[in-house]
């Protein structure tokens, strides 16, 4: 998102503004309608929409969503590429996508169990025609990594090609990152960041609190995702200081905690 200054919109110029730091929104099922509507509030805030896991496959407006969202990175949730890995329809898949029109593609291994170098290989053959994000983390609660895990599979798929890599939390925060109580696996996320640029990560952070979190920790242009579309300006404030949770971290140069 470049620079862009709030004071057009509002016509209050508190000379606030931000220069970098993705928001990747979480898509459950929104119509064309719906996003023009969120486009027109929340449009200039917006990164990268996600269509989650399956949804795009029993959409019937599809396309006209698409159509509408134009302007944006657009991708398909990595459950659904699971299963098209699974159903062995990957080349069609491909021919999907592409008749879409769409140019991102989103890997994951969260619920299907995709060897670890097959995973590199369709990343490295993925980044052939699109632009990848792969996701790290498993969607079961109960299965944790190792830090040292995190680390190593990150910077694989960084090094196949991999434009971004996700790190997995759910839509709800119940896994990856989060423990099963919704808890943020704090000393995990710190581990990673020693070892990753934090340009090269997208943490899914779907609640205000661990929005808030990344961005007292890490600052205001950190990466977030899975940002359900009605909390785009909610996060948006929370970035730049206009709000409780961050106004002191971000206006007025308090330490993080």
Do not use: C
């Not at 000393?187 to 899914?204: F, K, P």
Request: aromatic residues 8%; charged residues 25%; glycine residues 10%.
């Amino acid at each position: 998102m470049p620079g862009f200054n709030s004071a057009s919109v509002s016509g209050f110029d508190l000379g606030i503004t931000r220069s970098a730091g993705l928001t990747h929104v979480i898509d459950k099922g929104l119509g064309p309608r719906g996003w023009t509507d969120v486009l027109e509030t929340s449009g200039a805030y917006i990164d990268i929409v996600k269509f989650g896991w399956g949804t795009s496959y029993v959409t019937p407006n599809l396309k006209a969503k698409i159509d509408v969202l134009k302007e944006k990175r657009v991708v398909v949730g990595g459950t659904f590429f699971e299963v098209v890995y699974a159903k062995n329809r990957l080349d069609d898949y491909k021919r999907w996508l592409t008749d879409l029109g769409l140019t991102h593609v989103e890997i994951s291994d969260g619920t299907v169990d995709i060897p670890r170098e097959r995973k590199l290989e369709l990343i490295a053959e993925f980044a052939r025609d699109f632009t990848v994000l792969s996701e790290v983390g498993s969607k079961d609660s109960a299965v944790e990594f190792a830090p040292e895990e995190w680390v190593q599979w990150i910077k694989e798929e960084k090094a196949a090609g991999a434009w971004k890599v996700i790190t997995e939390a759910r839509e709800g925060g119940t896994a990856g990152i989060f423990s099963s109580s919704g808890e943020m696996r704090t000393n995990l996320v710190d581990d990673i960041a020693g070892e990753i640029d934090l340009h090269d990560l997208v943490w899914e952070a779907p609640t205000k609190a661990s929005q808030a979190w990344f961005i007292k920790h890490f600052g205001p242009e950190v990466n977030l995702g899975n940002i359900p579309p009605d909390e785009v300006i909610p996060l948006e404030t929370l970035r730049l200081g206009l709000r409780g949770d961050t106004l002191k971290e971000v206006l007025l140069g308090s330490n993080a905690s």
